[in-house]
T-cell receptor
Framework: EAAVTQSPRSKVAVTGGKVTLSCHQTNNHDYMYWYRQDTGHGLRLIHYSYVADSTEKGDIPDGYKASRPSQENFSLILELASLSQTAVYFC?????????????FGPGTRLLVL | SQLAEENLWALSVHEGESVTVNCSYKTSITALQWYRQKSGEGPAQLILIRSNEREKRNGRLRATLDTSSQSSSLSITATRCEDTAVYFCATDRGNMGYKLTFGTGTSLLVDP
């Protein structure tokens, strides 16, 4: 069974503070993704990675950094959290490649920035 | 504009009825996926249908794909309360199959 875990599951942060969201996968997948979900916007891709020590920008990367220290771990970093970054964040993993594949999602992290 | 979008924001049916969720997309694709997201959980894939397929089934679920009209449908027969969830379609971006674009989702409520 595919397994993607996220920590923390919820977090309250202050505006201007630093927030790190962590993701761990045991699927042995090359690709990992960070999405944010807001009501009415579905899932939007923030950053992704296809190999350790390398990350790529997604569709909405501004205000976010990512780190992939190993194949299993992928972090999302908000250096200066802002109110507009209040959302639910999902991590996913997949085999990637040219042909579309299944993405396996974690349970999400609910972030509230005050 | 959305590259993929479901056609209705919300649906409500009674348990045992059938329901169809529709999706339209704007770019050429290699495949389209349907995901379901239950409250408090991450999305989970239901069906992946490739561009050379017209129909795919998974138990009570049936997905169709019409590449000429750039549309897809997901039908659920004999609905159960546990089918209550948000249903998303997701498409790739041509030769970037690893990058998905998700629709905004259709919320389905199945009443007992």
């Amino acid at each position: 069974e595919a397994a993607v875990t996220q920590s923390p599951r919820s977090k309250v942060a202050v505006t201007g503070g630093k927030v790190t969201l962590s993701c761990h996968q045991t699927n042995n997948h090359d690709y990992m993704y960070w999405y944010r979900q807001d009501t009415g916007h579905g899932l939007r891709l923030i950053h992704y990675s296809y190999v350790a020590d390398s990350t790529e920008k997604g569709d909405i990367p501004d205000g976010y950094k990512a780190s992939r220290p190993s194949q299993e771990n992928f972090s999302l970093i908000l250096e200066l959290a802002s109110l507009s970054q209040t959302a639910v964040y999902f991590c996913a993993s997949g085999t990637g490649g040219v042909n579309q594949d299944t993405q396996y999602f974690g349970p999400g992290t609910r972030l509230l920035v005050l | 504009s959305q590259l993929a979008e479901e056609n209705l924001w919300a649906l409500s049916v009674h348990e045992g009825e059938s329901v169809t969720v529709n999706c339209s997309y704007k770019t050429s694709i290699t495949a389209l996926q349907w995901y379901r997201q239950k409250s408090g959980e991450g999305p989970a894939q239901l069906i992946l249908i490739r561009s050379n397929e017209r129909e795919k089934r998974n138990g009570r679920l049936r997905a169709t794909l019409d590449t000429s009209s750039q549309s897809s449908s997901l039908s659920i027969t004999a609905t159960r309360c546990e089918d209550t969830a948000v249903y998303f379609c997701a498409t790739d971006r041509g030769n970037m199959g690893y990058k998905l674009t998700f629709g905004t989702g259709t919320s389905l409520l199945v009443d007992p």
